[in-house]
């Protein structure tokens, strides 16, 4: 179910698209509206779209989404300061709305700590609410821990991690990768026996990570178990060739087919 | 005396012109953000894009062999530190494209400091990013919907007192 809405959201909308008619008819929001909808047309980053972006914001320099949705194509094409000038404007208009996808590109863009500045300001306003990645993958407190985990700081990672596991409305909202997420610090914070218990559980709701198998791996191993860290191995190998296998897009600590190798040539004495 | 009067009407006149200008600039949009032309004083002639005309804009389709580590670990290898580049602390952007034929060209290289902002850093040390890119080699062009594409794609350095960091 989770799996289906999250392809629904990635295709269907990205931010929250803005309904035109809430605004005045004849104003200059609702005209500004209505020329972004006809920008989204375009294909993104086209001179089509972009020229209408601009007659938008001409139009209604306060009208926040259009430049959300001009900047895109900069993020995604390696233009960065110009896509953060254009976004920042929309951000000054509406912070809530835009801050997250803000800290989104700075986690692409592995300048974690802008994207944890950004977060934190994010979480601490009136009203926040809970956000995702534009691909719907992860919840934004995911991010937060993985982008604190990336500047050394495994604990407070966890912390947020699992505070928002905990904080989930119901079971059902718990992502598809969130306890992947979860064991990989502890891991990395060298707390291998509750590795081990939540990459177990990661298991259970998402078996298809290569990535899942290699970490549990690497707990039985640190724990010595070394008889289950290669059968963990040697899953991840042959989940790691399957040709459909499922990519975890903000992994931020990605396994590589190399890595798996190595690990089981070193068991290679174990049976 | 006279000639110099003439210059100075003309002067003034050409910067009242330029000034008018300058106030109805025309946007200039691009067919796609980020299409990078031929620049004589940056680009291999050599380097030809398959179809000019239709150059995807789908970094996902473009691969490195050996994926993103393998990447930093060549970009690494070649990276030849300096100990005038310690004073740098930041980010170089690298936008390039990958022709069908698994070559790079079409390098721009956007270098800003750690909170985002642009920034500058020694021309040399600017050359040296730009070679390390143009020799890379391992590229796999993109392939989508069974066919075979030029592409643009970006990658990120990060810059810590010279050194580059593995992100």
Redesign the interface.
């Given at each position: 179910m989770r799996t289906l809405l999250i392809l629904l959201t990635s295709s269907l909308f990205s931010y929250a698209q803005p309904n035109c008619y809430i605004y005045a008819e004849n104003s200059q929001e609702r005209k500004a509206c209505e020329l972004s909808y006809k920008a989204i047309q375009y294909p993104q980053g086209s001179k089509a779209s972009q020229k209408l972006f601009d007659q938008a914001i001409a139009i209604a320099p306060e009208f926040a989404w259009a430049y959300y949705e001009k900047s895109v194509p900069y993020f995604k094409r390696g233009l960065l300061r110009e896509g953060l000038d254009i976004l920042n404007k929309a951000i000054k208009i509406d912070p809530k709305e835009y801050l997250c996808y803000r800290a989104y590109w700075y986690w692409q863009y592995k300048n974690y700590n802008l994207c944890i500045e950004d977060l934190e300001t994010y979480y601490k306003l009136p009203k926040a609410y809970v956000q995702f990645t534009p691909g719907g993958d992860k919840d934004m407190r995911i991010i937060l821990g993985l982008a604190y985990a990336k500047t050394n700081q495994y604990k407070k990672g966890i912390e947020i991690i699992s505070n928002c596991i905990i904080n989930y409305k119901s079971k059902d909202d718990i992502g598809l990768t969130d306890y992947h997420s979860l064991g990989i610090l502890y891991v990395l914070d060298k707390q291998y026996s509750k590795a081990i218990a939540t990459l177990k559980k990661q298991l259970t709701i998402n078996e298809d990570m290569a990535d899942t198998n290699y970490f549990l791996g690497i707990a039985l191993k640190e724990k010595l178990n070394l008889v289950e860290a290669k059968k963990q191995f040697t899953k991840a190998l042959s989940k790691y060739r399957e040709t459909n296998r499922f990519i975890n897009i903000n992994a931020g600590f990605k396994v590589y087919l190399l890595d798996i190798e190595n690990e089981i040539a070193a068991l290679s004495q174990i049976n | 005396m006279e000639s110099k009067t003439y210059l100075l009407i003309l002067i003034l006149i050409f910067s009242f012109i330029s000034c008018v200008n300058s106030n109805n600039v025309e946007?200039i949009?691009?067919?796609?953000?980020?299409d990078t032309s031929f620049n004589p004083n940056l680009d291999d002639p050599e380097f030809k894009f398959c179809d000019s005309t239709n150059v995807l804009?789908k970094?996902a389709y473009i691969s490195y062999s050996?994926?993103?580590?393998?990447l930093e670990k060549a970009i690494i290898k070649h990276y030849e530190f300096k100990p005038e580049y310690s004073g740098f602390n930041g980010?170089f952007?690298?936008?390039f494209a990958i022709n069908c034929n698994n070559e790079p060209g079409r390098i721009r290289i956007?270098v800003?400091d750690?909170?985002?902002?642009?920034t500058n850093c020694s021309e040399v040390l600017m050359q040296h990013i730009q070679t390390i890119f143009k020799n890379l080699k391992n590229w796999n062009h993109a392939i989508y919907k069974g066919e075979d594409y030029d592409g643009?794609?970006?990658h990120?350095i990060?810059i810590d007192h010279g050194k580059i960091q593995s992100?």
């Open positions: - | 946007m949009y691009k067919d796609q953000i980020g804009h970094r050996g994926g993103k580590r393998a980010y952007i690298v936008r956007q800003l750690s909170n985002f902002n642009q643009y794609t970006f990120v990060k992100t």
